[in-house]
């Protein structure tokens, strides 16, 4: 098993940009999927965007594409999650987690999860 930290979270206003970075530690991370959700206050966890284990590939929800970009670096054992163009419905708590299975965007495809991160994004 995988096991995954967050960091990067924090308070920004609208238009700022924040970057999450997600460590990864145990069973060899560069031959996972990772991927970032997030979860809203009283709202369901969301998916959001997703990285192939190689980097080649991405895919992401249609409300961050053009803002948000995922990427990895596998030498340093971490996926990032740059967020520029930020809005007020961005707050949320913000988590990565690993799959074997690229192109899902379900949270049960997805095995290991950090403890998430917090961004606030104020008016």
């Known amino acids: 098993q995988v096991q995954l930290v967050e960091s990067g979270g924090g308070l920004v206003q609208a238009g700022g940009s924040l970057r999450l970075s997600c460590a990864a530690s145990g069973r060899p991370f560069s031959r996972a999927n990772t991927g970032w959700f997030r979860q809203a206050p009283g709202k369901e966890r969301e998916f959001v965007a997703a990285?192939?284990?190689?980097?080649?590939?991405?895919y992401s929800a249609d409300s961050v594409k053009g803002r948000f970009t995922i990427s990895r670096d596998n030498a340093k054992n971490t996926v990032y999650l740059q967020m520029n163009s930020l809005k007020p419905e961005d707050t949320a708590v913000y988590y990565c987690?690993?799959?074997?299975?690229?192109?899902?965007?379900?949270?049960?495809?997805?095995?290991?999860w950090g403890q998430g991160t917090q961004v606030t994004v104020s008016s």
């Open positions: 990285i192939s284990w190689s980097g080649g590939n991405t």
């Open positions: 987690a690993s799959s074997l299975r690229y192109g899902s965007t379900w949270e049960g495809d997805f095995a290991s």
